[in-house]
């Protein structure tokens, strides 16, 4: 073989790295604590898996430290299903995410679900191949995470509680604030840097291309296709669902029908077919009941 | 949704997740005017799960998932290995003139089959996990179908989108 034949092969790129959640989009990725989940999530038509140990709801109710999975139930996991398995590493612990890597998951989450292990640094993301997707609450946050080497940001919503309002909230800070830069002359550019605390650079990157430089998906507090369908709709790329499916009284109903929602969430007509007989949602909690607020962590 | 496709002479499936597509096809109702589509001559071109969609035979993947028998190829799903194994390479085509294409496969298909009337574009040498270097088709083509293992979106080359809709 001559060398101008020999394709030079280059793993790792932030455009491979970004490409996975590209393909993403459009899709669901579920929550789920065991193989027989990720099978029925799999089955329902989830693009991708997150394997945990308890979903947030359970987080929440029984407290204590949350951390990384048992790296046993991640491979187990990983045997069962042939779509992409995410997995969460606190905030900061690169030596949970150094673990996760070395399993070869898809991608992991920096999340806030689990309990933070650093209060003030971020893992430093472009020290690995697996791509991070990390949450945020407004778009200061999230291109502080982008210039860490996230290559894709999910709104956090907050999680386990079934309750989409937090989710709609973060989600309309950011897209809104992306609408204004949009808008804004060269120097108003550098004000926004400042208000937002992230780098000049991906700010003057969104005037020009009017939207964040990795995919922009939406999770925490999603319980219904109806919720799915309105995050869309808001702006969101794909979902994600934690607590809300396997929490509920008939999740591979629940889970197909979220999944033909986010596909279909322009189409009212075949939301309210997808929304009929699905069970018991998950109960959920208001806003004002919630204890601990998970969107909180992490800056 | 069916209706879309009246007087669509080509047809992209893109990449995604072959499974994820394959129930949506059967409950969008799509499945039987895609396959009649590809029965009649119509052009289509499937990119990384859109190739495994359009492949006449599928290894490791579900029993249920759709392989359409458009082109006749067989592909391993993720035959490159996990997320951590994907990759950006270099590719000369037939028939895509100047430099070459920078392509990304991601969580690839593999072509492990190429039956008669079925012709290799281009190809990439890469270094599997278990099996050694091997040089294995990238793109491949039929009378009316183009299927690329890579998505050639995802690097913003849009030659071979071109030589899809010049030369099918």
């Known amino acids: ?299 | 949704m069916p209706a879309e496709l009246k007087g669509v002479t080509h047809l992209v499936i893109p990449g995604g997740e072959s499974t994820a597509i394959s129930l949506l096809l059967r409950s969008s109702e799509l499945l039987k005017p895609v396959t009649d589509f590809a029965a009649g001559g119509g052009a289509l071109f499937g990119t990384c799960a859109g190739m495994i969609i359009l492949a006449s035979e599928i290894m490791d993947g579900r029993p249920d998932q759709v392989a359409l028998g458009a082109i006749d190829i067989t592909v391993r799903r993720n035959g490159f290995g996990r997320q951590v194994n994907s990759f950006e390479a270099d590719l000369r085509v037939d028939g895509v003139a100047g430099r070459p294409m920078t392509v990304a496969f991601i969580r690839a298909p593999v072509v492990t089959r190429v039956g008669p009337g079925v012709s290799v574009l281009a190809s990439v040498t890469y270094e599997f996990p278990t099996g050694g270097t091997q040089e294995v088709p990238a793109i491949c083509r039929s009378k009316n179908v183009l299927v690329s293992s890579f998505h050639p979106e995802v690097t913003g080359d849009d030659r071979l989108h071109k030589l899809f809709l010049e030369s099918f």
């Not at chain 1, 999740?251 to 197909?256: G, I, L, Q, W």
């Open chain 1, 1 to 299: 073989m001559t060398e101008e034949t020999a394709p030079a092969v280059t793993k790792a790129t932030a455009r491979v790295k970004r490409g996975l959640a590209e393909m993403l989009r459009g899709g669901v990725i579920m929550d789920v604590v065991t193989a027989d989940q990720a099978k029925i999530a799999e089955d329902a038509g989830a693009v991708a898996v997150m394997a945990l140990e308890r979903v947030p709801a359970d987080i929440r109710r029984d407290g204590g430290v949350a951390r990384m999975s048992d790296p046993a139930l991640v491979e187990e996991i990983q045997a069962a299903v042939s779509i992409p398995v995410m997995a969460k590493a606190r905030i900061g612990h690169f030596v949970e995410a150094q673990i996760l890597e070395a399993l070869q998951v898809d991608y992991i989450d920096e999340s806030e679900v689990l309990t933070p292990a650093d209060e003030a640094y971020h893992i430093d993301k472009w020290r690995f191949s697996v791509p991070f997707v990390c949450g945020a609450t407004n778009l200061g946050e999230a291109l502080r995470r982008v210039s860490e080497g996230a290559a894709l940001i999910r709104s956090k919503g907050e999680a386990g509680t079934g309750n989409v309002v937090e989710a709609v909230r973060h989600l309309r800070s950011i897209v809104g604030d992306i609408k204004k830069i949009t808008q804004a002359d060269s120097a108003e550019l550098h004000g926004w840097a400042k208000e937002l605390r992230a780098p000049y650079e991906l700010v003057a990157e969104i005037a020009e291309t009017g939207k964040l430089p990795v995919p922009l998906f939406c999770a925490g507090g999603i319980a219904t296709p109806a919720d799915a369908a309105l995050v869309m709709q808001l702006g969101a790329e794909a979902c994600f669902v934690g607590s809300g499916i396997f929490k509920s009284g008939d999740p591979a109903k629940r889970a197909r029908a979220i999944v033909e929602a986010t596909t279909h969430y322009q189409d009212a007509t075949i939301l309210a077919k997808v929304s009929r007989n699905l069970g018991v949602p998950m109960v959920g909690i208001e806003m004002d009941k919630v204890d601990v607020h998970l969107a909180e962590r992490g800056w």
